[in-house]
Nanobody
Framework: QVQLVESGGGLVQPGGSLRLSCAASRSISSISAMGWYRQAPGKQRELVAVISSGMGTNYADSVKGRFTISGDNAKNTVSLQMNSLRFEDTAVYYC???????????WGQGTQVTVSS
């Protein structure tokens, strides 16, 4: 079974930057999209950014202009460059990979991002 492993989380000051990375333990076929979600304490998990197999991207309004998602379908990796971090960005961040034919959704275990002064 495929496992997704995230890295790059940590403690950062407001206005700082972090880069999250996610890699699959095995090759994944027919990737439709790769993305990042986050879940803050007491909140629902929400979409942060997604990149399609064609490399089109979409972002949550709260992170537009600050975060950049990138991916490599062949290498089964997805990254999230986070700049100008704010307190409200504090959350556990999860990577996600979705395939088609057949449909599957893979999730990482999550990596903690804490923005604090």
């Amino acid at each position: 079974q495929v496992q997704l492993v995230e890295s790059g989380g940590g403690l950062v000051q407001p206005g700082g930057s972090l880069r999250l990375s996610c890699a699959a333990s095995r090759s994944i076929s027919s990737i439709s999209a790769m993305g990042w979600y986050r879940q803050a304490p007491g909140k629902q998990r929400e979409l942060v950014a997604v990149i399609s197999s064609g490399m089109g991207t979409n972002y949550a309004d709260s992170v537009k202009g600050r975060f950049t998602i990138s991916g490599d379908n062949a290498k089964n990796t997805v990254s999230l460059q986070m700049n100008s971090l704010r307190f409200e960005d504090t959350a556990v961040y999860y990577c996600n990979v979705v395939t088609v034919g057949p449909w599957k959704s893979y999730w990482g275990q999550g990596t903690q991002v804490t923005v604090s002064s």
